[in-house]
């Protein structure tokens, strides 16, 4: 097997290029890392090319800021904590350059994260997707910046709470529930002593744990009562959260996440948002491995914007023998019309 993507470590530096073949030592030194997974390059491969909407040195860059950031803010080090913030300004524009420039293009990734690095990974995340979010709903660049630096900060609360209780697995006490659900109240207040950019930001903090319908904390707030950050937030945050290995929860796929989305619209989470959400990331992303309702298996070879659900699907080998034709389109061809994608395999 031949890696197709490089792996990077915690502080970002490569383990593995893109063209290394894999040998045993090196999958278990993966495995102990606990990685979600690993991109593959192979002859079904061929021809999808997997690119990340920002760079992986940015993605990177990004993370061991959020890193340090913890550590400046637990320690006391308020000056710490200042200029990291100034580094997140400039990790932020470059975010919205790059979503700017890719305007158009379909979010295609299967998110690999390291087990470990989920809360700092999951920031950087939730920033990107809110960014995709933002653009398309055509906020101003002065609202993008806001809404970036929110959704980087939107669990810094979580740095005062005890790491056991937040990595707890199975299911919390009320009492424990009470402890996290205080985070965005930390967050924000926290931002409010230290913090010299727009008040937008802390109360985006403050609210991403509200919910469309009322029934989400601190206060209960509805609809349009919620800061637009907040209701953008909400999304990316759950996107993110439930399709990564946690320690209470195995990966939902992304298909798997867009119905959840689905479902949620108009409940915890704003319709619109979801709407736009669900048009800008791919529920089979390019060069995942999907089985359809006639039994053939394929990789998802490109998807089409407008028509997510009915990729152009690159057929794989039936019990060895190679398929009698190479690719075959679930939105065009009108004798697949009653052909469903019934799972997605990686
Ligand atoms: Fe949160």
Redesign the pocket.
């Known amino acids: 097997m031949i890696v197709g993507r490089p792996l990077r470590g915690r502080n970002g530096e490569i383990l593995l290029t893109a063209g290394t073949s894999l040998k045993s030592t090196y999958i278990e030194s993966i495995r102990r890392l606990r990685y979600s997974g690993l991109y593959i390059q192979d002859e079904f491969s061929e021809g999808i090319d997997i690119e990340d909407i920002i760079s992986e040195e940015l993605r990177s860059n990004a993370v061991t800021a959020v890193r340090r950031l913890e550590t400046d803010m637990v320690s006391g080090a308020a000056n710490g904590f200042g200029a990291q913030i100034d580094a997140f300004a400039g990790f932020i524009d470059d975010i919205i350059e790059s979503v700017l420039s890719n305007k158009d293009t379909i979010m295609n990734l299967v998110d690999l994260k390291i087990f470990d690095e989920y809360t700092y990974q999951h920031s950087i995340n939730v920033c990107v997707l809110s960014e995709v979010i933002g653009v398309a709903m055509g906020l101003d660049r002065a609202q993008l910046f806001n809404l970036g630096m929110t959704a980087i900060l ?2 810094i ?2 740095f005062f709470i005890d790491k056991e209780l937040l990595n707890k697995p199975g299911r919390l006490s009320d009492e424990e529930f009470d402890i996290i659900k205080k ?2 109240e930390l967050g924000c207040d926290y931002l409010r002593r230290n913090f010299y950019y727009s008040s937008a930001i802390y109360i985006g903090v403050l609210q ?2 509200e919910r469309y319908n009322g029934k989400g904390y601190p206060h209960g707030r509805a609809g349009s009562d919620i800061h637009i950050f907040a209701r953008i937030i909400s999304v990316a ?1 759950v996107y993110d959260a439930i399709t990564s290995l946690r320690p209470y929860h195995e990966p939902v796929l992304p298909s798997e996440a867009h119905e959840y989305i689905m479902g949620n619209a108009g409940q915890h989470l704003d319709p619109d948002v979801a709407g736009i959400f669900i048009h800008k990331v791919a529920p089979f992303p390019e060069g995942s491995e999907v089985l359809l309702s006639n039994g053939l298996r394929g990789v998802v070879y490109r998807n089409h914007p407008e028509f997510m659900s009915r990729p152009l699907i690159k057929l794989l080998p039936i019990e060895g023998k190679p398929p009698s034709v190479e690719f075959i389109d679930l939105r065009d061809d009108p004798s697949l019309f009653n052909v469903t994608i019934t799972k997605m395999l990686t």
Do not use: A, R
């Open positions: 939107h669990d609360g979580k985070h965005p991403h744990h945050d």
